[in-house]
Structures are given as structure tokens and as C-alpha cells.
């Protein structure tokens, strides 16, 4: 589906926009929650499945984090890095070989970041970044300082000011966990226990090697578990924590309540 087609499926509330990327453009949808307003934002990271539905409309997640932002008072911008390089879904392609990398993640997220700055209805000082499984990995890789791309970023003169606030919904931890992790923000993790597709002890074994990583987890959630979808297995990812096996996606409602209320805490923080 392309994006002209998307265009027409998306809520009428909020607007498509152009995010010029490092080496891409990029499109991103924009809700403002008070127009002509300075206002703190959110930047929206959707995972491997895209932020648009089978149909080509913006993703019942996406739509309910953006609702429930602005009624916070504060924007949301929903950055689509799969849609403008031909790309639908990356959950089907093995790790290593996917289309779009966690590279080109870091920095897609680092040029939105700079689009909400130069915003005139965002006050750049209190922004926050939100992403969910392979978005919640890009949140981890644009904030280790042990990568010397990230130092470059913190410390270029160019770089608008950092978030407040990084958080990652059930992210893969494994590489940042191998190569060491320093953030360079603070960030808060929200983590099921029972997920095997992204399993969640590398998680929990990064964040006890740094103070600046918060972690909310639940027993008996998989990934995926603030949706409302029935738990099934999916047969057709490759990867995960028994490779060849599926991995289990589904909605777990005392996490899924629980997970945005303490969501809504940490931005508040760090927002307000």
C-alpha cells in the first residue's frame, strides 16, 4: 500500500507531515493538542508491524497513544520509518537481514527530534520520546552513550535539546546489553515476563548496570501487551527467543492499565 492510499485512512484529526530524515524523507503524523499552542511532545516510535494497520489506516495503538498525549496536553508526533522506503513490515525478515536497520531507526528518530524542535507550537525544552519493540530497541541505540554516533549526537552543536524522557515498551536489549549501556537520558522500560520474543531478563540485566533505567515489568505478559488482542502465536517471525518456533503477541489488561498509568507518571515528571 502506498502512501497516498494510507493518506485517506488515517483519523481526520491531525495532519500528515515531512520529516527530512539523514538520507531519507520521511512522513509522520501530527496531533496537536492545542493548536497555536507551546506545548510539550511526544515522539512515537511504532514497531516492526509499521504504524498503519492492514488497511492502510494509522494503527488503533498509535491512535490511542495520540488521543491519550493530547489529552495530557501535549502533542504527539507518530514517525513512520517503513511506509516512505517501500516497507510494510519488517517482522517477517530475520534479524540482520531487515530492510530498514536500527541505524537507520537512530537517526530517523533524531531528525523528528529536530522537527519537533523547530516546531513553533512545541516547547523544545520538554520533549519525549515513546517507542515499542523495534522502536523501543531504536530508543535504546539513539541513547547509548557508548556508541560514539550518540556522543557525536549529544554533543553537536546542531543537536536541539535532549528529550526529558526515552521510554521503551518490551524492546530488544541483547546488543546494547553486549556492548555496554550508558544512557545518555533517563529512561523507563516497561517489560512482560513471560515475552519470548523479546525477552525481557537482557532488559532487566541492562537496567541493573545503570541507574538511569527505570523497569516495570509483569508476570504472565507477552509482547505486544497494552493491546487488547487475544494471545496466539505467530509462526511466521523468525526470531524471538526460540528461533523457528513463533513467538506469542497479545494484550494482558492489568499490564496494559497498569503500563499507561505509569506512563502517564514518568511523562508527567519529566514533561510538566
Known amino acids: 500500500m502506498d502512501l497516498e492510499r494510507a493518506e485517506t485512512r488515517v483519523p481526520k484529526r491531525g495532519e500528515w507531515v515531512t520529516v527530512e530524515g539523514a538520507n531519507q524523507r520521511l512522513r509522520g503524523w501530527w496531533t496537536a493538542a492545542v493548536e497555536g499552542q507551546s506545548r510539550p511532545a511526544v515522539l512515537m516510535l511504532h514497531g516492526c508491524g509499521g504504524m498503519l494497520d492492514k488497511q492502510g489506516g494509522l494503527s488503533v495503538r498509535m491512535r490511542e497513544y495520540a488521543q491519550m498525549l493530547n489529552a ?118 516497561m517489560l512482560g515476563l513471560s515475552d519470548d520474543w523479546t525477552p525481557a531478563q537482557p532488559c532487566l540485566d541492562l537496567a541493573a548496570k545503570s541507574p538511569d533505567v527505570v523497569v516495570h515489568s509483569w508476570e504472565q505478559a507477552y509482547h505486544g501487551f497494552d493491546g487488547t488482542s487475544p ?42
Open 72 to 189: 495530557q496536553g501535549w502533542h504527539a508526533l507518530a514517525l513512520d520509518s517503513l511506509m516512505p522506503r517501500g516497507e510494510q513490515s519488517i517482522c517477517t525478515q530475520r534479524t540482520g537481514t531487515r530492510q530498514v536497520t536500527m541505524t537507520e531507526r537512530r537517526e530517523d528518530a533524531w531528525a523528528a527530534l529536530r522537527w519537533l524542535a523547530a516546531h513553533p507550537d512545541v516547547d523544545a525544552a520538554r520533549v519525549a520520546v515513546l517507542g515499542w519493540s523495534n522502536g523501543g530497541s531504536a530508543v535504546l541505540a539513539a541513547t547509548n552513550a557508548q556508541r560514539e554516533v550518540v556522543r557525536r549526537w549529544r554533543d553537536s552543536a546542531d543537536t536541539p535539546p535532549p528529550p526529558k524522557l526515552w521510554v521503551a515498551f518490551y524492546p530488544g536489549c541483547v546488543t546494547e546489553l553486549r556492548r555496554g549501556y550508558t544512557p545518555v537520558a533517563p529512561v523507563a522500560m
Open 231 to 272: 494471545l496466539r502465536l505467530r509462526t511466521d517471525v523468525p526470531n524471538g527467543a526460540h528461533p523457528g518456533q513463533g513467538v506469542h503477541v497479545g494484550g494482558h489488561a492489568q499490564a496494559r492499565e497498569e503500563s499507561r498509568r505509569l506512563l502517564l507518571v514518568h511523562l508527567a515528571r519529566a514533561l510538566n
